[in-house]
């Protein structure tokens, strides 16, 4: 199994920018297909961003909300999973988690994911 751990995470103006990391251990990243999910105060754990298996391409894909804003990438050499966020909103502010998968498909769903990370927060002040 693998181990997540995420950092970057802090407090930054609206339209700032943060990247967030994701360093895996046990494991390396390029065996499952991982994501980022965010949970703000008061509501449920939404997805962000995912990349796919690195044998099926390494596909992303991203909640409407954050698209042109956001980009995962992933450097298997460093066994890490990155999250670029620019321009930043005030309505980013959750704690953001990262997750792997080792099923195909349901990246939008948390319940399809089998290991998580213990999530970093974002504060994006007005």
């Known amino acids: 199994q693998v181990q997540l751990v995420e950092s970057g995470g802090g407090l930054v103006q609206a339209g700032g920018s943060l990247r967030l990391s994701c360093v895996a251990s046990?494991?390396?990243?390029?065996?499952?297909?991982m994501g980022w999910f965010r949970q703000a105060p008061g509501k449920e754990r939404e997805f962000v961003a995912g990349i796919s298996f690195s044998w099926s391409g390494g596909t992303t894909s991203y909640a409407d909300s954050v698209k042109g804003r956001f980009t995962i990438s992933r450097d298997n050499a460093k066994n890490t999973v990155y999250l670029q966020m620019n321009s930043l909103k005030p309505e980013d502010t959750a704690v953001y988690y990262c997750?792997?998968?080792?099923?195909?498909?349901?990246?939008?769903?948390?319940?399809?994911?089998?290991?998580w990370g213990q999530g970093t927060q974002v504060t994006v002040s007005s």
């Open positions: 997750a792997a998968k080792t099923v195909v498909g349901g990246t939008t769903i948390p319940g399809r994911y089998n290991y």
């Open positions: 046990g494991r390396t990243v390029s065996s499952y297909a």
